[in-house]
């Protein structure tokens, strides 16, 4: 995750936390800033630029070390958008943050995933190692880069701990969240995770509102238009919509569902 900027236009921040075998490159296309909002890209154990370390091996103990990281960045009202198994990290990140009596996030957005309480749920789950072998070729084709042998067999490792990571995540029911406003996140076009699977969310947490937007289970790492309008609504004039604790007072939208489709 790179440094926060030091300037004082920055009203809040947006921390992406990406989905199983990818890391904070994903997010790529997303603008350093959305208007006052600052854009930052969180980055696991394992992947990238911390290749060299170990995997998290849970969400709880990935939590805990993003929770370190984002000491210096509780300065100002926040949000998590997790993608995916993302989504398990950043809600995990949000019961640590209010368990140790941290700031907490004033929003939650979490994309195409099931509630806690409702999985371990995904196609990754029931592959074994070819198969995803075959998936990650399919998903660097698809992105115009020629498949290196090397680097697939490295993906298919990453991939391989992290899809371990969700299939021993458990949770007989949620810790429901208080103070941080959820937005459960769904893709009209997404035959992985569809949207009416992310119901369980309505328990996470006493205010939860489901959006679904035009698009498939990777559009959201295209920064669409509707989706980064909706958080600059959302996240925009924090400031002057907190509350003394940072918890956003502004409505949110109940359903998006007239934006292009881009995936």
């Known amino acids: 995750m790179p440094a ?15 989905y ?37 091996g849970t969400y709880e103990r990935f939590a805990g070390g993003l929770i370190e990281d984002l000491r210096p960045l509780l300065d100002r009202p926040f949000a998590l958008l997790g993608h ?21 996030p004033a929003l939650l957005v979490v994309s195409s995933q099931v509630a806690p309480q409702d999985g371990p749920y995904g196609r990754h789950l029931a592959m074994d190692d070819e198969e995803l072998r075959a998936d990650v070729v399919e998903s660097t084709v698809r992105r115009g880069v020629r498949p290196n042998p090397g680097m697939v067999d490295l993906s298919v490792e990453i991939l391989r701990a992290d899809v371990e990571a969700n299939r021993h995540y458990r949770r007989p029911g949620p810790e429901r969240l208080t103070g941080t406003r959820v937005i459960s ?26 959006v679904v937007l035009s698009g498939d289970h990777r559009t959201v790492f295209e ?3 509707v989706l980064t309008t ?11 919509h907190a509350d003394p604790d940072g918890r956003l ?10 934006g292009p489709a881009t995936g």
């Not at 997010?27 to 290749?51: D, I, K, S, T, Y």
């Not at 909706?230 to 002057?240: D, F, H, I, K």
């Open 4 to 18: 926060p900027a030091d300037d004082e236009g920055i009203g809040a921040r947006l921390l992406c936390i990406p």
């Open 20 to 56: 199983s075998g990818t890391g904070a490159s994903s997010f790529a296309a997303w603008p350093a800033r959305l208007g006052p909002v600052e854009v930052l890209r969180v980055q696991a154990p394992g992947r990238e630029n911390r290749l060299a370390e170990p995997h998290y």
């Open 84 to 104: 995916c198994s993302g989504a398990l990290a950043a809600y995990e990140t949000a019961v640590g943050l209010h368990r140790r009596g941290l700031p907490a």
């Open 185 to 210: 996140l769904g893709w009209e076009g997404d035959s992985e995770i569809e949207p009416f699977r992310m119901a369980g969310w309505k328990a996470c947490a006493d205010d939860v509102r489901q």
């Open 223 to 225: 920064a669409p238009d």
């Open 230 to 240: 909706l958080l600059r609504a959302e996240l925009g004039g924090v400031r002057e």
């Open 249 to 258: 007072s502004v409505p949110l939208v109940d359903e998006v569902s007239d």
